[in-house]
């Protein structure tokens, strides 16, 4: 009777290729559902923005601001200006960006709010009043 330790080389890979395409599969749905995730933060601060500028700041002014900042938007919680990465809006390489057009001295007409989304179209909201 020969007995048999330890395991052969052909069940160690065929283990080991089982446990790769695991951490593959798991790998990419921990990345969707983060981008996933990230997109709906993104798209939340920008209807929050959105919302401060019209609700707020429009009626309380009857113009929009040129640029958006901390102070700008008091209604408004300022960390929904950064995005899930932490830049700023305005900042290079940010996700947010605030184009506010017709402007004559710091008053605007109105503006474009846009958030670049992963693995979907721009999320953009305009101003109500042009």
Do not use: W
């Not at 080991?16 to 996933?36: D, P, V």
């Not at 040129?66 to 408004?76: A, D, F, S, V, W």
């Amino acid at each position: 009777m020969n007995k048999r330790n330890g395991f052969t080389i052909i069940e160690l890979l065929v283990v080991a290729t089982f446990l790769i395409i695991i951490a593959i599969l798991g790998f990419s749905q921990y990345t969707k559902l983060t981008n996933e995730s990230n997109n709906a933060k993104k798209r939340t601060a920008i209807n929050a923005m959105h919302y401060s500028l019209e609700e707020g700041f429009y009626v309380k002014n009857g113009y929009y601001p040129e640029k958006l900042e901390e102070g700008t938007l008091p209604t408004m919680d300022p960390a929904l200006l950064k995005d899930p990465q932490g830049k700023k809006i305005g900042e290079k390489d940010s996700s947010y960006r605030y184009e506010s057009s017709n402007c004559n001295d710091g008053k605007c007409k109105s503006y474009k709010l846009v958030a670049t989304l992963v693995d979907e179209d721009d999320y953009i909201k305009e101003s109500r009043h042009k």
